[in-house]
């Protein structure tokens, strides 16, 4: 409840601010109304009351016109010097325009506030000790205008000192806040851009799968369809025929549990029910299934074979990541191959393991990619996956003929 008043009030200064004249109001027309009965009799109720809203109603200003607050109380004051030698209650505005001025004001015009309050509680002092005493005839030395002064000065200084240090903590609040609020730009900037990549490297995901998968099973269904009406032994096509359906099979089936993998991360994230959490639990792929992207080919009567060379241990172990991203490009090559090298191509899978790390060549002696070739993103992801492990990627035409791509993935890097 307090709460919810304070942020009230917060949001609506001049209401708090009539909060403390109307508190206010009532003593300090008590102080008006004693101090001018003594020379107006009856009129100082009424004309204390005009005076009293000299004092009050420049508190309405007191936080949103700090400066103007303490101008307007200059003459509810001057009044008092010309008309009263007695400390009166109205003088606490002024206590309260100096704490505004320091805690709200213009920064450039708080020094001058607090000298213009020692001024003004210096002739205070001499107004209310040495002039009243003359006033009425008493000795001025039997007075005390320096504790006065003191007292005045140590007011005017506390309040301003207040309101000092109550600017400094709402702009150590403020300095806080905006803190707060960047680096909550920043962390949704953030997951904006984890988002972005994400989708980027799902985006190349579906791609090598959906393209290579597509391009066996096409390879597969030629195949079978010139068996169907090849001559020969009708026992033998239909084997051939049943085995190369059976690749298509094999080759949709894990087409489409990777594209529902792919699918779940997107539609259910880690802890949310769905497919999400069976993506999180599928295996990526590794080195070790290399195997099953060369074997379709070699089945479909394609000169395709898979060569390791060196010791996977000489070398320090890649990660997840690396491997699928070698995976990646071997099965983005071998879609290219079965894309553009022709129908009588070889092509050649060779890992090779050496102490700095791993070097994947795909090797084909076929027609290689014709000039309206490679416009699309296959060799641009297969740069991407490289240069996120500090390898490097290079592609182009064998001197003998065909095409080649070759990728390393360093264990080590060297300082730069």
Same mark, same amino acid.
């Given at each position: 409840?307090?709460?919810?008043l304070?942020?009230?009030?917060?949001?609506?200064?001049? @209401?708090?601010?009539a909060?403390?004249? /109307?508190?206010?109001?009532?003593?300090?027309?008590? *102080?008006?109304?004693?101090?001018?009965?003594r020379?107006?009799?009856?009129?100082?109720?009424?004309?204390?009351?005009g005076?009293?809203?000299?004092?009050?109603?420049?508190?309405?200003?007191?936080?949103?016109?700090?400066?103007?607050?303490a101008?307007?109380?200059?003459?509810?004051?001057?009044?008092?010097?010309?008309?009263?030698?007695?400390?009166?209650? *109205?003088?606490?505005? !002024?206590?309260?325009a100096?704490?505004?001025?320091?805690?709200?004001?213009?920064?450039?015009?708080?020094?001058?506030w607090?000298?213009?309050?020692?001024?003004?509680?210096?002739?205070g002092?001499?107004?209310?000790?040495?002039?009243?005493a003359?006033?009425?005839?008493?000795?001025?030395?039997?007075?005390?205008?320096?504790?006065w002064?003191?007292?005045?000065? /140590?007011?005017?200084?506390?309040?301003?000192f207040?309101?000092?240090? &109550?600017?400094?903590?709402?702009?150590?609040i403020?300095?806080?806040?905006?803190?707060?609020?960047?680096?909550e730009?920043e962390?949704?900037?953030?997951?904006?851009?984890?988002?972005?990549?994400?989708?980027?490297?799902?985006?190349?995901?579906?791609?090598?799968?959906? @393209?290579?998968?597509?391009?066996?099973i096409?390879?597969? &269904?030629?195949?079978?369809?010139f068996l169907?009406?090849?001559?020969?032994?009708?026992?033998?096509?239909?084997?051939?025929?049943?085995?190369?359906?059976?690749?298509?099979?094999?080759?949709?089936?894990t087409?489409? !549990?990777e594209?529902?993998?792919?699918?779940?991360?997107?539609?259910a994230?880690?802890g949310?029910?769905?497919? *999400?959490?069976e993506a999180?639990?599928?295996? !990526?792929?590794?080195?070790?299934?290399?195997?099953?992207?060369?074997?379709?080919?070699?089945? /479909? %009567?394609?000169a395709a074979?898979?060569?390791?060379?060196?010791?996977?241990?000489?070398? /320090?172990?890649?990660g997840?990541? !690396?491997?699928?991203?070698?995976?990646r490009? #071997?099965?983005?090559?071998?879609?290219?191959?079965?894309?553009?090298? %022709?129908?009588?191509?070889?092509?050649?899978?060779?890992?090779?393991?050496?102490?700095?790390?791993?070097?994947?060549?795909?090797?084909?002696?076929g027609?290689g990619?014709?000039?309206?070739?490679g416009?699309?993103?296959?060799?641009?992801?297969m740069?991407?996956?490289?240069?996120a492990?500090? *390898?490097?990627?290079?592609?182009?035409?064998?001197?003998?003929?065909?095409?080649? #791509?070759r990728?390393?993935?360093?264990?080590?890097?060297?300082?730069?």
């Open positions: 409840m307090i709460a919810r304070h942020a009230w009030f917060a949001a609506r200064p001049t @209401a708090g601010d909060v403390w004249a /109307a508190v206010i109001f009532l003593p300090v027309w008590m *102080g008006c109304t004693v101090a001018l009965n020379t107006m009799g009856s009129w100082g109720l009424l004309i204390g009351l005076w009293t809203a000299l004092y009050c109603a420049p508190l309405l200003w007191r936080r949103t016109h700090p400066d103007l607050c101008l307007a109380l200059v003459p509810a004051h001057l009044i008092q010097l010309a008309g009263t030698d007695n400390v009166l209650p *109205g003088n606490v505005t !002024a206590l309260l100096l704490y505004a001025v320091a805690a709200y004001g213009r920064p450039r015009l708080t020094r001058p607090l000298l213009f309050g020692l001024v003004a509680a210096l002739v002092a001499l107004d209310w000790t040495v002039v009243g003359i006033a009425h005839g008493a000795e001025p030395l039997a007075t005390d205008p320096l504790g002064w003191m007292f005045g000065s /140590a007011s005017v200084a506390a309040s301003w207040m309101g000092m240090l &109550a600017r400094s903590r709402r702009s150590n403020q300095a806080l806040r905006d803190r707060a609020d960047a680096l730009r962390r949704d900037q953030s997951r904006a851009l984890a988002a972005t990549q994400e989708r980027s490297r799902i985006a190349r995901e579906m791609h090598d799968v959906v @393209a290579h998968s597509l391009s066996v096409v390879v597969q &269904a030629d195949g079978a369809a169907a009406d090849a001559d020969g032994d009708a026992a033998e096509r239909l084997a051939s025929t049943r085995a190369a359906l059976a690749t298509i099979q094999s080759t949709a089936r087409a489409l !549990a594209t529902r993998r792919l699918v779940g991360v997107l539609h994230g880690p949310e029910p769905g497919a *999400g959490d999180e639990r599928a295996p !990526a792929a590794t080195l070790a299934d290399v195997q099953a992207l060369v074997r379709p080919l070699a089945e /479909a %009567g394609r074979s898979l060569t390791i060379e060196g010791d996977p241990d000489a070398h /320090a172990p890649l997840a990541g !690396a491997e699928l991203a070698a995976y490009i #071997v099965q983005e090559s071998l879609t290219n191959v079965l894309k553009h090298a %022709g129908p009588g191509a070889s092509v050649r899978v060779t890992l090779t393991h050496t102490p700095g790390g791993l070097a994947v060549a795909v090797a084909d002696d027609a990619p014709g000039p309206t070739d416009r699309g993103h296959g060799l641009v992801g740069r991407e996956r490289v240069a492990f500090g *390898g490097t990627l290079t592609t182009g035409r064998r001197p003998s003929g065909g095409f080649e #791509v990728a390393t993935f360093p264990t080590q890097r060297e300082d730069s």
